[in-house]
């Protein structure tokens, strides 16, 4: 069973399209993050979630957007994509009150061309 | 403003012997420090972590050594495996309502056989 699974696991889209990576996770956490893995190989955190409170890199544009519909769900919008968005996203989840790890998802690797 | 440093990108070992990968923080509040496995096309996987509260932590072939005085961790493998070859991301959190994780930039490690 897929701890932290992500779809699609790769996205082709042209520039200005809008599209959504979906994930989930299966380990009853409650905090489920987006993480972008640019270039250079930085991972580096978009968004936080859990049922308290959204906590936003102030980098991220307002382009993207996470959606959770529920706990085990934090789906990443992304409007007017643009060249610079081409990167690998990785979905992850913790635990809120405990020094544990994060599990990631496989990651997606969108392309906007 | 990197927060956590990896100044080594790349690593090679031979086989049997030990793989030592450094890793720098500048943000005292961290206060839990991971290190993560990533395989190409895969999402990153736990491997070791240690508290603040500690200096070393074991786990089979894999020791992480604290140095908070020195903002400086290490990670050692051995004896050093094919099969370890990855990238091995350093990252750090910061107890409190986001467990968000910083992450380095990373260290291809390649075992030698």
């Known amino acids: 069973d897929t701890a932290v699974s992500q779809t699609p696991k790769y996205l082709v889209t042209q520039m200005g399209n809008d599209k959504s990576i979906k994930c989930e996770q299966n380990?009853?956490?409650?905090?489920m993050y987006w993480y972008k893995q640019d270039s250079k190989k930085f991972l580096k955190i978009m968004f936080s979630?859990?049922?308290?409170?959204?906590?936003i890199n102030e980098t991220v544009p307002n382009r993207f957007s996470p959606k959770s519909p529920d706990k085990a769900h934090l789906n990443l919008h992304i409007n007017s994509l643009e060249l610079g968005d081409s990167a690998v996203y990785f979905c992850?989840?913790?635990?809120?009150?405990?020094?544990?790890?994060?599990?990631f998802g496989q990651g997606t690797r969108l392309t906007v061309v | 403003d990197q927060q956590v440093k990896q100044n080594s990108p790349s690593l090679s070992v031979q086989e049997g012997r030990i793989s030592i990968l450094n890793c720098d923080y500048t943000?005292?509040?961290?206060?839990?420090f991971l290190w993560y496995k990533k395989y190409p096309a895969e999402g990153p996987t736990f491997l070791i972590s240690?508290?603040?509260?500690?200096d070393k932590n074991e786990d089979g072939r894999f020791t992480v050594f604290l140095n908070k005085s020195a903002k400086h961790l290490s990670l050692h493998i051995v004896p050093s495996q094919p099969g370890d070859s990855a990238v091995y991301f350093c990252?750090?959190?910061?107890?409190?309502?986001?467990?968000?994780?910083?992450f380095g930039s990373g260290t291809q490690l390649t075992v030698l056989p």
């Open positions: 943000n005292s509040m961290f206060d839990y």
């Open positions: 979630y859990n049922n308290k409170e959204l906590i």
């Open positions: 992850a989840s913790s635990h809120h009150d405990r020094n544990t790890e994060a599990f």
């Open positions: 240690i508290s603040s509260i500690k």
């Open positions: 380990l009853g956490h409650d905090t």
């Open positions: 990252a750090a959190g910061e107890s409190g309502s986001a467990r968000q994780l910083t």
